[in-house]
């Protein structure tokens, strides 16, 4: 552990991208300062930090600032050496890369699920449901409990939040997207993912967040029946509008 | 490198193939480029990237990698002896990986939405939006570049590739819409810029000619008229 600066991560509660950069930084057995961002309610320090998308999660490293916490992941990895977290084949670093991604649209489509209804709705969670299917391919063939290997890794830290929050987004959106029989193999990986010892002491509380979503899926579900799926995310300001590439 | 080991598919006027073909360039690497038909996707595209169905796909040794940045970072990655696409600090590789992802995300569509904007109003706010994160990128290469020849530092890097790969299409809305996205007061650094990533030897060649993105917009717009 060569660096001695001063690590701070500006974060929101709730937030799996927050999460994931605490969660990397645990495994590391790096010190940090958290500081809570209250998204609806953003400070100055934000605005000076991210200037350009004014969200969290945001990592302070002595005079640095790191954006983005898939980039985070990688800044982090690159920094501090120790229990490395991607492969270090280049074909499995481009795979772990390219599945995150993938992560992150089910992210998207499933969100778009929890705060939308009727045609949206459904065809949002078909959109999640695919890409959980393609994760169940990549997962299948796998003997490892994570999916880097017997140690979790950067894939792991990217999808990990499918094991904590999309049931949670399943139960107040009246929905099914991993379905056990369907995905066992996923299913496996998230009950992995949750006994993780420094995952299972850094989880947001299950009550809270469903106290939380459901006030999100009520405002959402106003909010688009005003503006539009587009304008509903501009006026809550939480992502850029959803790209259902 | 046999030719054979490393295939590109993908079709020349597209951005995004175009950065894996600079990105090869650079590395000296042979490739077999296979050219998709505009308006279908060939059984190997399909059966290489089934979860987007999206070129560019590169393979390399059989093995498909999908994403265009993706596939620069794995070139990079792959091919140590040549000249390195991402810089070797941590915290520039956050950087360039941050603007590279501002490109996709925020300035790819704000561009694609000037492009295709009807009516004036329309026309104006997505103007002032394109106008926007251009100045954002005009900051940018000023923090990354520090002053010298790309935003990589003295040579072509990653968010050179990044961005570059639009400089084409740029210049075809530049003279479709008679306006100027790069211009030599407003944004100095870029224009700059510009010139000499055109002009790289690892670039000239890939980076379609403006006539031909032109006709290819036109075609394109009459196409989408007769539907």
């Given at each position: 552990?060569?660096?001695?600066?001063?690590?701070?991560?500006?974060?929101?509660?709730?937030?799996?991208?927050?999460?994931?950069?605490?969660?990397?930084?645990?495994?590391?057995g790096v010190e940090y300062e958290y500081i809570e961002e209250d998204i609806f309610n953003k400070t100055p320090l934000l605005s000076e930090l991210n200037p350009v998308h004014k969200?969290?999660?945001?990592?302070?490293?002595?005079?640095?600032?790191?954006?983005?916490?898939?980039?985070?992941?990688e800044y982090i990895d690159e920094t501090w050496k120790q229990v490395p977290l991607l492969p270090e084949d280049p074909y499995d670093r481009a795979m772990a890369r390219f599945l995150?991604?993938?992560?992150?649209?089910?992210?998207?489509?499933?969100?778009?699920?929890?705060?939308?209804?009727?045609?949206?709705?459904?065809?949002?969670?078909?959109?999640?449901?695919?890409?959980?299917?393609?994760?169940?391919?990549?997962?299948?063939?796998?003997?490892?409990?994570?999916?880097?290997?017997?140690?979790?890794?950067?894939?792991?830290?990217?999808?990990?939040?499918?094991?904590?929050?999309?049931?949670v987004w399943e139960e107040v959106g009246c929905m099914k997207i991993v379905d056990p029989i369907q995905f066992p193999s996923t299913t496996l990986w998230m009950e992995n993912f949750?006994?993780?010892?420094?995952?299972?002491?850094?989880?947001?509380?299950?009550?809270?967040?469903?106290?939380?979503?459901?006030?999100?899926?009520?405002?959402?579900?106003?909010?688009?029946?005003?503006?539009?799926?587009?304008?509903?995310?501009?006026?809550?300001?939480?992502?850029?509008?959803?790209?259902?590439? | 490198?046999?030719?054979?080991?490393?295939?590109?598919?993908?079709?020349?006027?597209?951005?995004?193939?175009?950065?894996?073909?600079?990105?090869?360039?650079?590395?000296?690497?042979?490739?077999?480029?296979?050219?998709?038909?505009?308006?279908?996707?060939?059984?190997?595209?399909?059966?290489?990237?089934?979860?987007?169905?999206?070129?560019?796909?590169?393979?390399?040794?059989?093995?498909?990698?999908?994403?265009?940045?993706?596939?620069?970072?794995?070139?990079?990655?792959?091919?140590?002896?040549?000249?390195?696409?991402?810089?070797?600090?941590?915290?520039?590789?956050?950087?360039?990986?941050?603007?590279?992802?501002?490109?996709?995300?925020?300035?790819?569509?704000?561009?694609?939405?000037?492009?295709?904007?009807?009516?004036?109003?329309?026309?104006?706010?997505?103007?002032?939006?394109?106008?926007?994160?251009?100045?954002?990128?005009?900051?940018?290469?000023?923090?990354?570049?520090?002053?010298?020849?790309?935003?990589?530092?003295?040579?072509?890097?990653?968010?050179?590739?990044?961005?570059?790969?639009?400089?084409?299409?740029?210049?075809?809305?530049?003279?479709?819409?008679?306006?100027?996205?790069?211009?030599?007061?407003?944004?100095?650094?870029?224009?700059?810029?510009?010139?000499?990533?055109?002009?790289?030897?690892?670039?000239?060649?890939?980076?379609?000619?403006?006539?031909?993105?032109?006709?290819?917009?036109?075609?394109?717009?009459?196409?989408?008229?007769?539907?």
């Amino acid at each position: 552990m060569e660096s001695k600066e001063i690590v701070k991560v500006v974060g929101f509660w709730v937030s799996p991208y927050s999460l994931r950069v605490e969660w990397a930084l645990r495994l590391k057995g790096v010190e940090y300062e958290y500081i809570e961002e209250d998204i609806f309610n953003k400070t100055p320090l934000l605005s000076e930090l991210n200037p350009v998308h004014k969200k969290v999660p945001v990592l302070i490293h002595g005079e640095k600032v790191a954006l983005e916490s898939l980039i985070i992941l990688e800044y982090i990895d690159e920094t501090w050496k120790q229990v490395p977290l991607l492969p270090e084949d280049p074909y499995d670093r481009a795979m772990a890369r390219f599945l995150a991604d993938l992560g992150e649209k089910l992210f998207v489509n499933a969100f778009m699920a929890l705060c939308s209804e009727g045609d949206e709705k459904e065809k949002t969670l078909k959109l999640a449901t695919e890409a959980v299917e393609k994760i169940e391919e990549e997962l299948k063939g796998k003997t490892s409990k994570f999916c880097g290997g017997e140690n979790m890794g950067y894939l792991d830290l990217a999808l990990g939040w499918i094991s904590h929050w999309l049931p949670v987004w399943e139960e107040v959106g009246c929905m099914k997207i991993v379905d056990p029989i369907q995905f066992p193999s996923t299913t496996l990986w998230m009950e992995n993912f949750l006994n993780h010892p420094v995952i299972k002491e850094k989880l947001p509380p299950r009550d809270k967040m469903v106290i939380y979503f459901q006030w999100l899926r009520k405002e959402m579900v106003s909010q688009i029946a005003k503006y539009g799926p587009n304008g509903a995310w501009a006026i809550l300001k939480l992502k850029s509008p959803p790209n259902y590439r | 490198m046999a030719s054979t080991d490393v295939k590109v598919i993908g079709a020349a006027p597209s951005p995004f193939v175009n950065r894996v073909q600079i990105a090869l360039n650079l590395k000296s690497v042979d490739y077999e480029f296979l050219e998709e038909k505009m308006g279908s996707k060939s059984e190997l595209l399909l059966k290489s990237n089934p979860v987007h169905k999206k070129i560019p796909v590169m393979i390399h040794g059989g093995k498909p990698i999908c994403e265009s940045l993706i596939i620069v970072q794995y070139i990079d990655e792959a091919w140590t002896d040549g000249p390195s696409i991402l810089p070797s600090d941590p915290y520039a590789r956050a950087m360039a990986r941050f603007w590279a992802a501002y490109v996709d995300d925020k300035f790819y569509p704000t561009f694609r939405a000037f492009g295709s904007a009807e009516g004036e109003e329309a026309k104006a706010v997505a103007r002032e939006q394109l106008m926007e994160a251009i100045m954002l990128l005009e900051d940018a290469f000023a923090k990354c570049g520090k002053g010298k020849d790309f935003f990589g530092g003295d040579t072509i890097g990653y968010l050179d590739i990044a961005i570059g790969c639009f400089l084409g299409w740029m210049r075809a809305v530049e003279k479709m819409s008679d306006i100027k996205l790069i211009d030599e007061t407003k944004t100095p650094g870029l224009f700059g810029w510009a010139k000499r990533f055109g002009s790289n030897a690892a670039v000239k060649d890939v980076l379609p000619k403006t006539e031909t993105l032109v006709e290819i917009a036109k075609m394109m717009a009459a196409k989408a008229k007769a539907q």
